[in-house]
Every structure is written in structure tokens, then in C-alpha cells.
């Protein structure tokens, strides 16, 4: 049986840097990271974003894999931008109908906020939950589950029959940083651990999982030229992951006065302060923390996916 290929993606956002640095690092040692005997096919997902330093040249890559704008880039409309014609490539070279599939996609990020070495899942593929909860096994990272939001879409794992991304912060945007590159160099491994594992029919996975639901997002308040009329308090700020509570400190306006979170006691905030989504009118988003059972159909569908490809 031929084995699974993984495609590894590093540099989505053309700013962050040191997921791009593990993979030229790699490269020169080849042990650095073990691939488990998996077929792993590392690709900079921005190359030209990256050579110039800029999250994206004309719109953010790591939106632009919505099956509407895939099909504007293959038709190749006079609308398309240089990030669609890119996922529209990235698809084709290594998507579910290329010549050689990769059938699982890894995406590599760095955030500005406190997030510590995370895991973000998008949705509920059984397959997905289940390499998530091997890696929550390995290594206890939290899981952001993000679903059901309408103005955030088009995100590269998605385009794969089976996808995970890798957060680890904080670090600045163009900021190399060794504690870093380590922290990703770890969680990726745990990844191809699990996957390698699975695909051998070696894994049964943990019988929960640890999830942060996603519920929404707040924005900073703005005045009506959408300049902020406060920052996030600095109570708040670095918080990832813990609980926020009805009454606690949410902003702080330039007057000093406080805003108040109004709200159910018990939410986790998560991406607090994420320089890359003011754009985005994203100050935080809320999250649920539950925990699941983990069904034993969720990683037979990881074996049963990479046994197929």
C-alpha cells in the first residue's frame, strides 16, 4: 500500500515567517522532523506575499478557497486576483483531483495573540476531529472549533478531504523567534505521528475531545469613520483561553472609563487582539468550551481516508 501524502503548507500569510523558516530547516536537516514514513510534500502557500513581506498581495489567501471564487480562477475571469489564481493552483497541483491527491492538508500559522501552540479545526468532519484529538492526546493542545460564521469562509484545509491548522503564538508579524519554530516543529510532528499511526489501523484515538466551539466575534467600538474609540483592556489582553465572566473588563476608551463584558459568565476568548484582524472588524471571538465524546466512526474515517489515497 503506497503511503499517504501530506501536504504541509507553510507561509499562507506571507508575514508569518517562521513556519516558512521550519521548512527551509527541514530541508537542511532531514532529521529534524520525522515523517513517519509518510509521503510529505512541503509547499509555501504565498510565495510572492512572502518575498515581500505582506500577509497577502490582493486579498487574504486563507479566504480565497471558497468554492465560488475556485471556480472564478478556473474559468480565469478578468476578476481574478493574484490569491485566487494561487488557491486555484495550490488545488490543482495537490487537491482531491490531481494526478497525485494529497489527501490531508496541514496548514502552519503564527498569531500576534496569546495563543499559546493551538489547534483550529473548521467544522465537523469526523475525520478532522479525530486527527485533532490525537494531537490534544500527544500533546494537550486546545482545539478552536470554528463553524457557522457567515463572514469568515474560504479556508485552505478546507479544500482537502481531511485538514488541520496549526496556531502558535505570540510572535510578532515578521519576527523570527526559535521558541517558535520549536513549538511548530512539535505540534507538526504530533500530526504526522497520528497520521502515520492511523493510517496502519494502529490508532483507535482518545475517547473525548476538548473543544472551544466558536459563537462569534466582537468587534473594538468605532466611531462612524470606523476609527476605535477603545483598545482592548489591558485585563483582557493575553488572556487567550480563559474564562471571561459577565461584568469583567472587555475595553478600555481613551477617557479611561471601561466597557464592560455583557454576557453569559463562562465564554473563552480566543485571538484577542490578533493584529492581522482589525481589517476584519475582529477584536476577539467567543468560544464554548465543551467537551465530546469522541465516536469511534471518527477515526475509522481518518484510517479508512488515508488508506483510500
Sequence with gaps: ????????????????????????????????????????????????????????????LNRSFRPDLLEQAAAGTSAVDREMARAQSLVRAYGPKAPKPCSLALDLHSTTAAMGSSLVVYGRRPADLALAAGVQQRLGLPVYLHEADLAQQGFL??????????????????????????????SLQACLEVVAEASQGRWTGPQSLLVHRHLGSVDLPRDDQGRP??????????????????????????????????????????FINEAAYGEKGIALSLTERERWPLERSAPEALTALLRAS
Design 1 to 60: 500500500m503506497a503511503s499517504p501524502r501530506v501536504l504541509v503548507v507553510a507561509g499562507t500569510h506571507g508575514n508569518e515567517i517562521n513556519a516558512p523558516w521550519l521548512l527551509d530547516q527541514w530541508q537542511q536537516q532531514p532529521d529534524l522532523i520525522d515523517a513517519c514514513g509518510l509521503e510529505v510534500v512541503p509547499v509555501i502557500g504565498n510565495p510572492a506575499a512572502r518575498e515581500q513581506g505582506r500577509r497577502y498581495l490582493d486579498r487574504d
Design 157 to 186: 484545509v478546507e479544500r482537502w478531504p481531511c485538514g488541520v491548522v496549526i496556531e502558535i503564538g505570540p510572535v510578532p508579524q515578521m519576527v523570527l523567534t526559535s521558541r517558535i519554530v520549536e513549538a511548530t516543529r512539535l
Design 229 to 270: 474609540l477603545a483598545c482592548v483592556h489591558p485585563s483582557l489582553q493575553g488572556a487567550d483561553w480563559r474564562l471571561l465572566m459577565d461584568g469583567d473588563p472587555l475595553f478600555l476608551k481613551a477617557d479611561g472609563s471601561e466597557i464592560l463584558y455583557d454576557g453569559p459568565s463562562g465564554r473563552v476568548p480566543v
